[in-house]
């Protein structure tokens, strides 16, 4: 059984630290995202708000991610 174990484990990709960096970093903007929309959740901002929350378009946490990774410009 370990020698299986093993031969799964060799097949696998190894992870790199950068790999790991980017789930961090993922984990940690899905977390600001969601605090983000739960404070949002709780504000009024007017008819929109109420039109919005009628037609139920609700941005999710992956959502927010996705939208505010797409607005950041990378520095090099």
Known sequence: ???????????????????????SSYEQEYQQAFTELQREHH?????????????????????RVIKNRSLRVDEA
Not at 1 to 23: C, N, Q, S
Not at 43 to 63: C, I, N, Q, R, S
């Open 1 to 23: 059984m370990d020698r299986v174990v093993e031969d799964v484990l060799a097949k696998l990709p190894k992870r790199t630290p950068t790999a790991a960096a980017e789930d």
């Open 43 to 63: 504000k009024y901002l007017g008819f929109m708000d109420v039109v919005t929350a009628l037609l139920l378009l609700v941005e999710t946490p992956e959502e």
